[in-house]
C-alpha cells in the first residue's frame, strides 16, 4: 500500500501544488487523481517515485518511507507512463520496451523476449517491434508507453495522463485495454486525469483535488455521483452525473415482456397474440431471434414481413452484463420509448419500456439509500 | 596537364602528400574542438547562465584573424602545423558549442522526464538519450566546422609553408605558374565536397530513427564565417539528396 501523508509541496518560486494531502491508496486496483488543470496531480504522482521531493510529509511505501532506498532502485520498481508517451525516438520500439530490464541487468535476449511478449500484451502487432517511434500512430505510441512501464513486471504503476492525447475512440479502447491488463496484473495504479469521465470508469477509488492541491473528496466513483462533498465536486462531475450515475446500477433486475416480440416468420395468429399485449409497436426478429426492427400492429402481414420497412430497433443492451445507464439509453434512442434486451448470443430476451426503466431506477436509489444507512 | 601535377620541390610532397598533411591539419582541429566542445556544452546546458557568456566567448575568438593567433603562437609552438591547428580548433567552437547545446536542449522534456522516471541518472541520461537525440545537430554543427576548417588551413602558408595545399598559391606565385594556384583551389574544394559526404552518410547511418523524408535537420550555417563560403557549400544540398 502507498500512503501518502499529510504531503505538501511548495516549490521554490512559493507555488503551494499540494497542500497537505493525505491518501490510501489500495493494492493491486487502481487509483485515480483528477482534478482541473495546475492542481498538483503531476507533482503528486512524481512525489511518489521521488521526481519531485516532498517539502513537509511523508510517502510510504508498504510502510516504509520512500527515501529509504536509492532513488534509482525506487524509479525501476515503479512503472511510470507519461502523455504523449515520452517514448525514446533514437530507439526501436522493441528497445524502448526493453529499457527497465536491461538496467536492471538481463541480458540483451531476455529483455527483448520480454519486451516482445509484452508487445502482444499490449496488443501491438510483433510486425511494429523493428520500427522506431516516428513510425507509430499515437495510440500506438501510448501503447508502448504502457508496455514500457510494465517490462520490468513492477508492483505500481504510475500513469500521468497517458491517453489525454488520443481521439476518444483510441482513448476508449486503450481504457477498456487498461482494465483488461488490470484484471490480469493486477498492478497497484496511481492514474492521473483531468477528465472526470475517465476518472470515473477507470477507478475503484477517485481522489477530486482542487487548485491548490487541496483534497476534495476521496471516494469509489459511485460514491461521488450520488454524494458529492461539497459544491466544487458537484459542479466538477458535470450536469449529469444523475444518469452516468446509473452506470454502477445493475440491469439485471428489469422485468422483461417478450410478449410484443414477433419472430419474421409469424403467422396471422402470433400477430394478432401479440397486439393483443395492448403495445403500440411489435418487435421484430429473424429467425435467430435477433432484434430486426419495431412496427406497428396493423403494418405486419403473416409471411410478407419486409425487414427495410421496420423502425431501428435502436442499442440493444444485455440483461445482466450493461447497467441501467445502457437500458435507459436504449430506450431512450429507439424510436417507440422500448429497449430491446438481448442475451449473450445477441438473441432478444425481451422489451422494455422508458416507464419500467424509470421505475427499475427509483428502486435502485431507494435501496442505495437504505445501503448508505446501513453502511453509515 | 603534368605540369599541373608538378610540383616544385620545395615543398617537399607529393600532391597525394599535400592531399593528407592538408586533411590532418583541417580535421584534427575539429576532433580537438569536437571533444572539447562537448563538455562545454553539457556545463552550458546545465547551467543556463553560462550559456551568453561562453557564446561571447567563442565568438569574440573567432573574430581573432588568424594571423594575430599565428604571432601570439609562433613564440611558443614555432613554424609548425600545431600553429596552425590551434586556432582551428579555436575557431570550430563558435559551430560546435551551439550545435551541441542546441541539440541536447532539443531532446522532448517528456523524453527526458521517462528516462528519469525509469531510473537512469544523469550520467545515463546524457550518454543514452541526449547525447545520441542531439547527433543530426552535432554533425550539422561538424559539416559546417569541417569545411570551414579544411578551407582555412591554407592560410598556414603565410608562417613558412604550413599551409598543405595552401603552399601551392605561394608557389604559384614565386614561379609565376598559375596552374598550382587552380590546383590549389580545385582540390581544396574537392576535398571539402568530400568531407561533407562523408558526414552526411555518418549521419544517415548513425539516425535511422529519423524521418528519411520530412524535415532534414537545421544547419547552423548562420554561425559561419562569410569568407568561408566554398565551393562545397553549394553542393551540399545536391550531395544530400544524392545520399539519401
Ligand atoms: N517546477 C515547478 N516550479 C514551480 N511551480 C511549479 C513547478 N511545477 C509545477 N508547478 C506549479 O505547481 C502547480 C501544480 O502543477 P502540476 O504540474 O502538479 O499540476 P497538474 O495537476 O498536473 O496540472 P495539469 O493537469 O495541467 O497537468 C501548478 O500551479 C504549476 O504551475
Ligand atoms: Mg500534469
Known amino acids: 500500500m502507498i500512503r501518502i501523508d499529510s504531503v505538501t509541496k511548495r516549490y521554490p518560486d512559493g507555488t503551494v501544488a499540494v497542500d497537505r494531502l493525505s491518501l490510501e491508496i489500495p493494492d493491486r486496483s487502481i487509483t485515480v487523481l483528477v482534478g482541473p488543470s495546475g492542481c498538483g496531480k503531476t507533482t503528486t504522482l512524481r512525489m511518489i517515485n521521488r521526481m519531485v521531493e516532498p517539502t513537509e510529509g511523508a510517502i510510504l511505501l508498504d510502510g516504509a518511507d520512500v527515501r529509504q532506498q536509492p532513488v534509482n532502485t525506487l524509479r525501476r520498481s515503479m512503472g511510470y507512463v507519461i502523455q504523449n508517451a515520452g517514448l525514446f525516438q533514437h530507439r526501436t520500439i522493441l528497445d524502448n520496451i526493453a529499457t527497465v530490464p536491461r538496467l536492471l541487468g538481463w541480458d540483451k535476449r531476455r529483455a527483448r523476449a520480454r519486451a516482445a511478449e509484452l508487445m502482444e500484451r ?103 455521483l450520488s454524494a458529492p462533498a461539497d459544491p466544487f465536486v458537484e459542479d466538477f462531475l458535470g450536469a449529469d452525473r444523475g444518469i452516468r450515475r446509473l452506470s454502477f446500477f445493475t440491469s439485471a433486475g428489469l422485468e422483461l415482456t417478450s410478449e410484443p416480440v414477433v419472430d419474421v416468420d409469424a403467422t396471422a395468429e402470433q400477430i394478432a397474440a401479440a397486439a393483443a399485449a395492448g403495445t403500440p409497436y411489435l418487435l421484430v426478429t429473424d429467425r435467430d431471434g435477433r432484434p430486426l426492427g419495431w412496427s406497428e400492429p396493423g403494418e405486419l402481414t403473416a409471411g410478407a414481413v419486409d425487414p427495410d420497412r421496420l423502425l431501428s430497433p435502436g442499442r440493444p443492451f444485455e440483461q445482466g452484463r450493461d447497467s441501467l445507464r445502457a437500458a435507459l439509453d436504449g430506450a431512450v434512442l429507439s424510436p417507440t420509448g422500448w429497449a430491446v434486451a438481448v442475451d449473450g448470443t445477441g438473441k432478444v430476451s425481451g422489451v422494455v419500456s422508458q416507464a419500467a426503466v424509470g421505475e427499475a431506477i427509483r428502486a435502485a436509489h431507494a435501496e442505495d439509500r437504505t445501503d448508505a444507512k446501513v453502511a453509515g | 596537364m603534368n605540369r599541373f601535377f608538378d610540383l616544385p620541390s620545395d615543398l617537399q610532397h607529393s600532391w597525394f602528400g599535400l592531399i593528407g598533411l592538408h586533411l590532418r591539419e583541417a580535421l584534427l582541429p575539429v576532433l580537438a574542438g569536437l571533444l ?74 517528456e523524453t527526458l522526464a521517462a528516462a528519469t522516471a525509469m531510473g537512469l541518472g544523469p550520467v545515463r541520461r546524457y550518454l543514452q538519450v541526449q547525447l545520441p537525440i542531439a547527433v543530426p545537430a552535432i554533425i550539422a554543427g561538424l559539416r559546417v566546422a569541417t569545411v570551414s576548417s579544411i ?94
Not at chain 1, 128 to 150: D, E, F, I, T, W
Not at chain 2, 86 to 107: M, Q
Not at chain 2, 155 to 176: E, F, K, P, R, S
Open chain 2, 36 to 109: 572539447a566542445a562537448l563538455p562545454i556544452a553539457q556545463l552550458c546546458v546545465r547551467f543556463r547562465w553560462l550559456y551568453p557568456p561562453v557564446l561571447g566567448l567563442t565568438t569574440v575568438l573567432y573574430a581573432i584573424p588568424s594571423l594575430a593567433f599565428f604571432v601570439v603562437l609562433i613564440d611558443y609552438t614555432g613554424q609548425t602545423e600545431l600553429t596552425v591547428m590551434i586556432p582551428l580548433a579555436v575557431y570550430s567552437l563558435v559551430v560546435l558549442v551551439p550545435a551541441i547545446v542546441d541539440g541536447v536542449r532539443s531532446v522532448p522534456q
Open chain 1, 122 to 224: 499490449v496488443g501491438l502487432d510483433s510486425a511494429l517491434a523493428k520500427r522506431y517511434p516516428y513510425q507509430l500512430s499515437g495510440g500506438q505510441q501510448q501503447r508502448v508507453g504502457v508496455a514500457r512501464a510494465l517490462a520490468a513486471d513492477p508492483p505500481v504503476l504510475l500513469m500521468d495522463e497517458p491517453f489525454s492525447a488520443v481521439d476518444p475512440v483510441v482513448r476508449k479502447g486503450l481504457q477498456d485495454e487498461l482494465l483488461r491488463i488490470q484484471g490480469e496484473l493486477g498492478k497497484t495504479i496511481v492514474f492521473v486525469t483531468h477528465d472526470i469521465d475517465e476518472a470515473i470508469k477507470l477507478g475503484t477509488m477517485v481522489a477530486v483535488l482542487r487548485t491548490g492541491g487541496r483534497l476534495a473528496q476521496y471516494a469509489p466513483p459511485a460514491e461521488l
Open chain 2, 151 to 244: 578551407s582555412l588551413v591554407s592560410v598556414g602558408m603565410l608562417i613558412g609553408n604550413q599551409g598543405a595545399l595552401g603552399n601551392l598559391l605561394n608557389d604559384a606565385n614565386i614561379y609565376h605558374r598559375p596552374e598550382l594556384a587552380v590546383n590549389s583551389v580545385l582540390t581544396t574544394a574537392v576535398l571539402a565536397i568530400l568531407a561533407d559526404g562523408a558526414l552526411v552518410l555518418l549521419r544517415l547511418l548513425l539516425t535511422p530513427w529519423m524521418p528519411r523524408r520530412t524535415g532534414r535537420p537545421a544547419r547552423v550555417a548562420e554561425a559561419a564565417r562569410p569568407d568561408t563560403a566554398t565551393p562545397a557549400d553549394a553542393a551540399v544540398p545536391a550531395l544530400e539528396d544524392a545520399a539519401r
